[in-house]
């Protein structure tokens, strides 16, 4: 099945605004699929932090924003915290196949 | 609020078979669709199971169609993963999430459970 590609580290210090990217193709973000973002901090549990591209789930502050365009999708975090400091996935589904959730190989954000 | 806490975790030797289980609290545990979903130590989260709120449709990842199978009791607010010809490559964290709706996302998580197949 197709994946989702990201960087595999990105780092910013406390203020600073950084993006993680979500490459993906025709048969998931380019067919129109959503894109969602999870924060996942060590030995916690997955937490959905954007979904449907653009939308935060109460309580996610607007630090956190979304974005999508063609076969790609961008998770922007402003004003960062030394909480931040986790790692994000972005998921869509998948036509190929027989069709399936997919995970991107996850992103992990250092605050210097 | 909403609570998914795993349990049924362990080392097992590859070829056995071993039951994750999944209890829910803080909403209507009918009206929902479970997932389970999986990572592998090092690698990215991986699908694996879902089932329909009403349990008429199953769908499994490649990686597992024929070994796994998830079932759920509306009687104990529970959703199932029986897995079964346990491979050295199954072992990985297992989570169970809701299902977050048309999007095809999933809005909560359990905390995981870690199952090792290793002889």
């Known amino acids: 099945q197709s994946m989702l590609t990201q960087p595999p580290s990105v780092s910013g210090a406390p203020g600073q605004r950084v993006t993680i990217s979500c490459t993906g193709s025709?048969?998931?973000?380019?067919?129109?699929?959503?894109v969602h973002w999870y924060q996942k901090l060590p030995g916690a549990a997955p937490k959905l932090l954007i979904y449907?591209?653009?939308n935060r789930p109460s309580g996610v502050p607007d630090r956190f924003s979304g974005s999508k365009s063609g076969t790609s999708a961008s998770l922007a975090i402003t004003g960062l915290q030394t909480e931040d400091e986790a790692d994000y996935y972005c998921?869509?589904?998948?036509?190929?196949?027989?069709?399936?959730?997919?995970f991107g190989g996850g992103t992990k954000l250092t605050v210097l | 609020q909403v609570q998914l806490v795993e349990s049924g975790g362990g080392v097992v030797q590859p070829g056995r078979s071993l039951r994750l289980s999944c209890a829910a609290s803080g909403f209507n545990f009918n009206s929902y669709a479970m997932y389970w979903v999986r990572q592998a130590p090092g690698k990215r989260l991986e699908w694996v199971a879902v089932?329909?709120?009403?349990?008429?449709?199953?769908y499994y990842a490649d990686s597992v169609k024929g070994r796994f199978a998830i079932s759920r009791d509306i009687s104990k607010n529970t959703v199932y993963l029986q897995m079964n010809s346990l491979r050295a490559e199954d072992t990985a964290v297992y989570y169970c999430?809701?299902?977050?709706?048309?999007?095809?996302?999933?809005?909560?998580w359990g905390q995981g459970t870690l199952v090792t197949v290793s002889s």
């Open positions: 998921q869509s589904y998948d036509i190929s196949l027989s069709g399936s959730w997919v």
């Open positions: 025709s048969s998931n973000i380019g067919a129109g699929f959503h």
């Open positions: 089932i329909s709120s009403d349990e008429s449709n199953k």
């Open positions: 449907g591209d653009t």
């Open positions: 999430a809701r299902d977050g709706g048309w999007m095809k996302n999933f809005d909560y």
